[in-house]
């Protein structure tokens, strides 16, 4: 097992853990630039360690109470039939064109990171927060929710991207949900479409399945710490951290496409 897989399968982790988003950000660039895994390949696997670490890391928030079924069941079954459709089309899509529309989304997570929230949704999100907490502030829009679904979801088939950066702030948005039980709820989210995305994939694209399990493994590892250390670590330095990180990776996509 190389120190590359190690690497990139604990980055991966870490970040799910933490965030509930960002692990398949850093899974589908790992597997291009640092395991030379053919583009549309590294796709497909991007989605299904994923979707493995997801679910388990899903798993530790559901104990705790942090996950919220209902929505979880909207959001992801909307989720699912965007992320299905959009891997079919993720298939005879141009990896250029793939590659570009994922550095683009990095740049838009980099730039939701870095964005420092207004002192008026600061006040609202934590009165959401406060509310939600107590269990009566949860009012979930599920129109908005099953919309956000699809179109998060065809993102996610297309360009391997679980699409938790978009999903963590529509749960506070639309949910009233406090930002623990967003990240919960998230990665149970994530978990499904990643699922249905790699069922897209499979059997049309080659699959490493047996690099895919060691990454699989490590991300788990990963994620088990990432989700321990979310409850310590300052989330704001982290943030600015991992936008800084994203316009990195980001740029070098683009200047490998380019040049």
């Not at 996950?67 to 298939?91: D, E, Q, R, S």
């Not at 088990?224 to 980001?250: D, M, N, T, W």
Request: hydrophobic share 55%; charged share 5%.
């Amino acid at each position: 097992m190389s120190l590359s897989v190690i690497i990139a399968g604990l980055i991966t982790g870490l970040l799910l853990g933490v965030f509930g988003s960002g692990g398949s950000i850093i899974t589908t660039p790992a597997l291009l630039y640092l395991l030379h895994v053919e583009p549309k390949s590294a796709i497909a696997m991007s989605l299904g360690i994923v979707a493995i670490t997801a679910t388990i890391t899903a798993i530790q928030h559901w104990f705790r109470g942090n996950v919220n079924l209902k929505v979880t069941a909207i959001f992801g079954l909307f989720g699912i039939a965007g992320t299905y459709a959009g891997a079919l089309l993720g298939v005879v899509t141009p990896v250029v064109i793939q590659l570009v529309l994922f550095a683009v989304v990095m740049y838009a997570a980099a730039w939701r990171m870095l964005k420092p929230a207004p002192l008026v949704h600061r006040s609202v999100g934590a009165a959401a927060v406060g509310s939600a907490e107590e269990g009566n502030g949860e009012t979930p829009h599920y129109g908005h929710i099953a919309l956000h679904g699809i179109g998060v979801g065809i993102l996610t088939g297309l360009v391997g991207v679980g699409g938790g950066f978009l999903i963590v702030p529509a749960l506070v948005l639309l949910s009233g949900l406090s930002m623990k039980r967003a990240v919960g709820t998230s990665l149970s989210i994530v978990a499904l479409k990643s699922f249905a995305g790699f069922a897209g994939y499979a059997g049309a694209v080659t699959i490493d399945y047996q690099l895919m399990a060691m990454f699989t493994a490590i991300a788990i590892v990963g994620s088990v710490a990432g989700s321990a250390l979310g409850h310590r670590l300052p989330a704001e330095q982290l943030k600015k951290g991992f936008g800084i990180f994203l316009i990195l990776v980001a740029s070098y996509i683009l200047f490998n496409q380019i040049s």
